[in-house]
């Protein structure tokens, strides 16, 4: 059996008795060695592979302790009985993963980009080395629901510049809305529709159906969501976007907020969300106060997030729950920590409580106003063309009825310039003909300049 | 009309125009302004209120422009038809959320604390402040699995560490390994049972529970689930702990790995989950590689974390997508962003490429390795007493037949220290009896003493 014994060819950086102890475990993995054979004694090893006593013995005890060998009294080691390895062959291990395709276009009008050559880089990296430095504790477990500074300053802040209404002990901080929706949807169980808005956000309608809801789409008008097709949905909850509808841009007045309100409040077990995803930003008037603060029935769960008003690399979203469903959320969810890093979660308190997170705000928002302007005057010049909601937020429409909705798509693609038609985000309804979807926030004044140059080209 | 308008009293900072508009609209939201009746005229309200015109001005358009008033040619403003609002009071806010409770025990041995002593502050600081400095992209929305810089450097770490196949591609970050624990069991829908160790990781039920799967207790012998009862539950996904199996702390020997895998290749569409989640820390012998290393049928998805590793406050983990499912995932979740703040994704990534990461581990190993043989050697002299599990890993179990597990518990209580009892972790199976649950990571080489001596009075 020894003389058989297939032996290693040492070599490379790792220690002679690894080299030993994988080269045996490979033979017997893949049956070289044969169930129940003797491994040479341990000195006659020595002299066959030409190493130490030493190194043989601790392969040796390795190979034990994983199991690969039994030590059997007198007999020295024997082999295990393993089952085959699996059939198949290794899968091939390509070196590198593909990187990030870029953008298709010159000009990316998508709605996802914002405008990061304001970030205050200097002044975040201050605060995240304070954060560091100066909460040793913060490396222990936190709060589940994020930590109580941030929770605190949180509900300041929204009070402020919201009228949101809530005690810290109802907010929820988490990596991001798409992760809040999901937990939602998770804590709402005997509720198995959903009524979306439609057109509407993607996100929710994935996050929705992957969790098992039924999707029930209702239409959105001048006005928001269409309370009387949402009555007769049957759905028990509703997600909405009432400061800028996604992707309208229709701004809910006080009407309609009531009257969701009273939706909610008049059966038992029926919930809003409102997602005030870009609230932040609002050129033609003051912002309009969230509709959680309104609610007077605990029925609204607001969601918000910084990574519009910051930047998308700020993973931090947050969540005021009602009261009437904070017992079930620290039940359900209580055994997990937040997924937020604290030492995140601490440099955006500062950055908030420092002041610096308004001043960006005021700055961010100049910017927006001013390219919101530039971007649908330019566009406004197009023979035929009308914007829409534009008041609010990183995004608007373009209707231009001379062209169908793929025709302007395909004319913009071929000056490079990428929108997104507005069917993109309609379900049930049908799309208002001709119109697309156009994001600024992520464009320089001049690209946007240039842009629009393209566009009015392509669309003429 | 106007004659019985109720009058605002101003005070306060915030201004009068905002003031004014507040408290009409709470008016008409109140009923106290009746549906369709008419504001006083612009010139009449600047006289009864006693402020500017441009003041009423932009009360009025705000008003307006939020749905509560309607202007009306000739007739001026007239207040819109809301329905009142929900009957509910309003829900009392208390001004400041209770504080975490501080733990209940002046020695904490709970599984779930760290040692965050040596924590390399300065470095991290540094790290932190050059991440955000030296990378303004990182501002942008990054690959939805993480960015492919980290996801490299784990690739290799896990490679060298761990014995873990892969490239980038099948890397996925995320904001803790429950949370992608519960990615992964969104995306397995067409298995619906899934096999546990019992006794096992009690966030792992509640996370199968909790998405609607049916939970298949797996009872744990001294190698690991047992994989005839496994074979036998009908479940399609398995839950494993091979490394330091939690709480047993049994190690699982090649030949049961080899047996898990076997019963994962033998039919479609099962799949092994590997925890490996403190497996940085080995005492005994070297760290034992990876089942996914094993597997030639691609059906392990390996999960991690630097929770234990580094700290808890640090909330990224990882998971091994065997190819198989990559597309799945893809398909599934590629609309998302990655939870885990970009910032901290390339400080993790310097933390390890500069070999800082490996540094630490080194240094937290070579204490954890301390506190475990000062605490066990203290343990095993309480007479009759036996320790297991305790080759790896930050916790392990005490066996005492002298007492009833309650009375271990209790007793240990009494003293201040708390402990868990086994039966904690068990579902189906009758826990050993008279066997406690102790973690040491949290507590300092003193306190591990203290806490000994009174274990040991409590236990005598």
Chains 1, 2 share one sequence.
């Not at 085959?84 to 993963?97: C, F, G, L």
């Not at 949180?154 to 988490?174: D, W």
């Not at 969601?303 to 904070?326: C, D, E, K, N, W």
């Amino acid at each position: 059996m020894a003389d058989s014994f297939p032996l290693p060819v040492f070599g490379g950086d790792a220690p002679l008795y690894d080299q030993l102890y994988r080269h045996i475990a490979a033979a017997i993995q893949s049956g070289a060695l044969s169930p129940g054979s003797r491994l040479p004694s341990k000195r006659r090893l020595c002299a066959l592979a030409g190493v130490s006593m030493s190194t043989v013995e601790t392969a040796y005890s390795l190979l034990a302790a994983e199991g690969y060998v039994l030590a059997k009294p007198r007999s020295g080691y024997v082999c295990a009985h393993l089952l085959p390895p699996a059939p198949n062959p290794p899968a091939p291990v390509s070196e590198s993963a593909p990187a990030p395709p870029p953008s298709r276009w010159a000009y990316d009008c998508s709605t996802s980009g914002v405008d990061t050559s304001v970030f205050p880089f200097s002044s975040w990296a201050r605060i995240t080395k304070e954060a560091v430095y100066e909460n040793p504790g913060l490396l222990q477990r936190g709060h589940p629901q994020g930590d109580l500074p941030l929770r605190s300053a949180l509900a300041e802040l929204l009070a402020q510049y919201r009228g949101v209404r809530c005690s810290p002990e109802q907010v929820v901080v988490g990596a991001g809305a798409d992760y809040l929706l999901s937990l939602l949807l998770q804590l709402l169980p005997e509720q198995r529709a959903i009524a979306l808005e439609d057109p509407g956000y993607p996100a929710a309608y994935a996050a929705a159906s992957l969790h098992g809801w039924e999707v029930v789409p209702v239409p959105v008008d001048g006005e928001g969501m269409d309370p009387e097709v949402l009555e007769r949905s049957g759905a028990g909850l509703a997600y909405v976007t009432p400061s800028h509808q996604f992707p309208l841009g229709v701004t809910m007045p006080a009407g309609r907020r009531s009257r969701l309100l009273h939706w909610a409040a008049s059966a038992p077990d029926r919930w809003l969300i409102e997602d005030d995803y870009d609230s932040e930003f609002r050129y033609s008037s003051r912002p309009i106060p969230a509709l959680q603060g309104l609610d007077r029935a605990g029925r609204v769960v607001y969601m918000g997030t910084f990574s519009r008003s910051i930047a998308p690399a700020i993973r931090v979203a947050y969540m005021i729950l009602p009261r009437s469903l904070l017992e079930r959320y620290r039940a359900t969810f209580s055994h997990g920590a937040c997924t937020v890093s604290r030492f995140e979660q601490e440099s955006l308190r500062r950055f908030i409580t420092q002041g610096l997170y308004g001043r960006h705000l005021r700055r961010t928002g100049n910017l927006y106003r001013k390219k919101c302007a530039l971007f649908t005057k330019a566009l406004a010049e197009i023979p035929g063309a009308t914007v829409s909601g534009a008041d609010a937020g990183l995004h608007f429409l373009v209707t231009l009825p001379r062209f169908s909705e793929a025709e302007l798509v395909e004319r913009a693609a071929a000056k490079s310039v990428g929108i997104h038609p507005l069917s993109r985000y309609c379900h049930s309804v049908e799309p208002r003909p001709s119109t697309v979807v156009l994001g600024f926030a992520g464009l320089t004044e001049e690209e946007l300049a240039q842009a629009a140059a393209l566009l009015k080209k392509a669309w003429t």
